[in-house]
């Protein structure tokens, strides 16, 4: 068995999303598995059944969601937490591949509210899979944090860079 955490190849697929909500509460919903478990890779799909978050930079996190009567588990680790900033984890789901993927999160103060900008380093042919899954949950987020709003609000880009690009 062979496990890649090589971030250089792939392709960048991003997601934005702004929220009424303030940096400080979206960064924390997170980290808390309590609230973690209500939209974090919760999909049509499946429903959560097992959230753990060791919430610091060299943590973990390990969840569990329920498809189609089996389970799929969703594993990584944090390698930079910057708080109501930015997150840096790495992310496995071992049932589709045993690749770690690179996943970062910007909250962006905007007012009382911010915006949220998620970029996952993945393979070229899953970008626009891995985007249309990241919108749905932050949707989920938002409703979990009270924000009741079309789906317009956010929006996907699969952008085409490869390599080094670091986002803030």
Known sequence: MTISTDFEQGINAR?????????????????????ASKWLFATAMGQIVCVEIDARAGG??????????????????YLEIVRSHRLVFTLSVEKYSLDFERVTVAFDAR???????????????????????WMRM???????????SPLA????????????????
Not at 153 to 166: D, F, S, W, Y
């Open 138 to 148: 932050l949707e989920g987020l938002a409703a979990v944090l009270g924000e009741s």
């Open 111 to 133: 007012g009382t509210g911010c915006e949220l900008t998620l970029t996952h380093k993945t393979k070229p042919e899953l970008a626009r899979q891995v985007s249309h899954g």
């Open 60 to 77: 973990w996190f390990y969840i569990v969601e329920r498809r189609h009567g089996e389970n799929v588990e969703h594993i990584g680790e």
């Open 15 to 35: 997601v934005s999303r702004r929220f009424r909500a303030s940096p400080q509460r979206v960064f924390d919903a997170w980290l808390d598995s309590r609230i």
């Open 153 to 168: 609000l956010a929006r996907a880009i699969a952008a085409p860079t490869r390599g080094h690009e670091r986002t803030a």
